[in-house]
């Protein structure tokens, strides 16, 4: 089965600070990639995703970028962190087209202030 | 948009008392896939419904989908303290899987 790294678990970043959240897949080769962020109650944003390396899709304007430069290598970064980017951003996976079971990895917090 | 819409929001209920949640989407989908959120975690898979009317059902949990494949419901009998955390249904939508905004089940011990 997959296996969804994701690093760092909680960090504290002052506003208009870089970001740089890293994800990595084990256990599948070129699966669809996901970045989510949830706010603290709520439910999950998706906010870019990805189908094959080097193809990113936004589904919201952000102040938020993603990366993939390897199959199982997705990257969320911000070049100038705003407040309202806090929340919990979790990277998910699925192989074998976007309707099989997603694999989630443990989230990382993110606290902007 | 395509959107999947999920109520109640919020359910409070004593332990032993049943719980539902129901899931309504904007389009016909392919499937329906359950997750569950328990509090400072990540979402987990619970099950995945591919036909339409299916029903299935995993201990205390049963899970169906409707006739016409655009609604869901998620029900659990005897609700226990291990029950507690946020129910999301989820549907896929193009290459993406779109969530409802989860129902969030707290429980009176």
């Known amino acids: 089965s997959q296996t969804i790294h994701q690093w760092p678990a909680t960090l504290v970043q002052p506003v208009g600070s870089p970001l740089s959240l890293e994800c990595t897949v084990e256990?599948?080769?070129?699966?669809?990639l996901y970045w989510y962020r949830q706010a603290a109650g709520r439910g999950l944003q998706l906010l870019f995703y990805?189908?094959?390396?080097?193809?990113i899709s936004s589904e919201v304007p952000q102040n938020l970028s993603a990366s993939r430069p390897q199959d199982r290598q997705f990257i969320l970064s911000s070049k100038k962190l705003l407040l309202s980017d806090s929340g919990f951003y979790l990277c998910?996976?699925?192989?074998?087209?976007?309707?099989?079971?997603?694999?989630f990895g443990e989230g990382s917090r993110l606290t902007v202030l | 948009g395509q959107q999947v819409m999920q109520i109640p929001q919020y359910q409070h209920v004593q332990e032993g008392e049943d719980f539902t949640t129901y899931c309504n989407s904007s389009?016909?989908?392919?499937?329906i896939q359950w997750y569950k959120q328990r509090p400072g975690g990540h979402p987990v898979f619970l099950i995945q419904?591919?036909?339409?009317?299916e029903v299935k059902k995993q201990k205390r949990l049963t899970f169906q989908f409707g006739e016409a494949k655009k609604n869901s419901s998620l029900h659990i009998t005897a609700t226990q303290t291990t029950d507690v955390g946020t129910y999301f249904c989820a549907g896929p939508m193009a290459q993406k899987l779109v969530f409802g905004q989860g129902t969030r089940l707290t429980i009176n011990p």
């Open positions: 990805s189908v094959g390396i080097g193809q």
């Open positions: 389009t016909t989908l392919s499937n």
């Open positions: 256990g599948t080769s070129n699966p669809n």
């Open positions: 419904l591919v036909k339409s009317g």
């Open positions: 998910a996976a699925v192989a074998g087209g976007p309707t099989g079971e997603l694999f």
